[in-house]
């Protein structure tokens, strides 16, 4: 499962939190199947946005990326996401990345814009020969989503308008690496790929992220995969996360009306809470998050956990049972957090005799919801 991590800098949102939240969720069913999951995330640590943050706020682009990424990190713990196998950063991947981008040029799946000053390494959408099926989005909509997410569909010289840049030659003032390719940076798209490709390999079973990486983040990163690897396709699912959302905007950096969970952590909000709030709904639906959504979080826990504290409680190994259906039914987190209320409420209204009940249902949700009791 490879499943793409931040760009360091606005750490943790609870955007951020509720996608990688979903692929908790699969890491633990597929654990709980028995799977020996191998799990690879990045961290995009270079890359534009992260410039013009740190640049904005005169802040040393490096430092910017590890104090984030550590931030990042510590939430993560917080609400009880298991670490991936692999966490590797950009800059470290470097070499594998301008490697790639180097056989790509060879096998003629990219080429240079005839650009004197910059002539810049950019992906033929062609190369694959599968190119949108991962989008299955229309050409005006491939390049007004490139330009609105860090393409340059009107960049001279370019085959296709929505082509991806693979290898940015250095400016001055910019951060740049020594290559066969020339002194450079590569582009976004490109890191993922080399980052999975040599660690989970040519095919996978799972590419994940929010729905704004549909297009071009993952389309690129199988195009590019398959390009390379003639393997397709690269991914069995493209699964993509709803957006969380803020007084009916999308929660994002741009707009800069995020909720982070360490102010909430430092509000005392117990991240179980948080993580409750954010499973209240489907993982693929856009949904806000409110005060009243944390607020019903809280006193759900409270609920289960004084449910699991009773010494004795109705069986609860239908419980199990039906936590494992639903979640195997695409995710259906709100259907099984109903079924650890009814559970609970049973429990509390008509006690049981079952005394080694509490233990498994708390066991239950802590493996397979990440919900602490
Ligand atoms: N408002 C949001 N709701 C849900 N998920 C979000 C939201 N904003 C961002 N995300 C997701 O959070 C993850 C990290 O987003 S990010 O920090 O912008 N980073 C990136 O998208 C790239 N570093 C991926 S390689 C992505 O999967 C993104 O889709
Ligand atoms: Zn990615």
């Given amino acids: 499962m490879y499943v793409c991590g931040i760009t360091p800098y606005d750490a943790t949102h609870l955007g951020h939190a509720a996608t990688y939240l979903a692929f908790d969720l699969v890491h633990r069913v597929w654990r709980d199947l ?13 890359d534009d946005p992260l410039l013009e943050r740190a640049a904005r706020d005169h802040d040393d682009w490096v430092v910017l990326g590890m104090r984030e990424t550590a931030l990042f990190r510590e939430d993560m713990e917080a609400l009880r996401v298991l670490p991936p196998r692999q966490y590797v950063g950009a800059v470290e991947a470097m070499g594998e990345i301008a490697e790639l981008v180097g056989k790509l040029l060879a096998a003629g799946a990219a080429y240079r814009v005839p650009d004197p000053e910059y002539p810049d390494v950019y992906f033929d959408s062609d190369a694959s020969g599968h190119f949108g099926y991962e989008s299955n989005y229309d050409e005006a909509t491939m390049i007004e989503l490139s330009r609105e997410r860090g393409g340059d569909p009107d960049r001279p010289g370019k085959r296709h308008p929505a082509d991806a840049l693979l290898w940015r030659m250095a400016r001055p003032g910019e951060p740049h690496w020594e290559s066969d390719l020339g002194a450079g940076r590569p582009g976004w798209h490109v890191e993922c790929t080399a980052i999975a490709l040599n660690r989970l390999g040519n095919q996978i079973d799972l590419n994940g992220g929010g729905s704004d990486l549909v297009f071009p983040h993952h389309e690129f990163g199988a195009a590019h995969a398959e390009a390379f690897t003639g393997v397709h396709p690269f991914a069995r699912h493209y699964v993509h996360a709803g957006m969380i959302g803020l007084d009916g905007e999308k929660m994002s950096k741009s707009r800069g009306n995020l909720v982070f969970v360490s102010k909430l952590r430092a509000e005392d909000v117990d991240p179980n809470a948080v993580r409750l709030a954010l499973l209240a709904g489907h993982y693929r639906t856009d949904r806000a998050w409110t005060a009243d959504l944390l607020a019903t979080a809280e006193a759900r826990l409270d609920r289960w ?39 609970a409420g049973e429990a509390l209204e008509r006690r049981g005799r079952d005394e080694s009940a509490p233990a498994l ?12 009791l």
């Fill in 34 to 46: 028995g799977h020996d999951v191998h799990y690879v995330q990045n961290v995009t640590d270079i």
């Fill in 361 to 372: 249902a708390r066991d239950a949700v802590d493996a397979l919801l990440g919900v602490a």
């Fill in 305 to 343: 956990r004084a449910a699991v504290a009773l010494p004795a409680a109705p069986p609860a190994h239908d419980l199990v049972t039906r936590l494992r259906t639903h979640l195997a039914d695409d995710l259906d987190s709100p259907a099984a957090l109903a079924a650890v209320d009814a559970w």
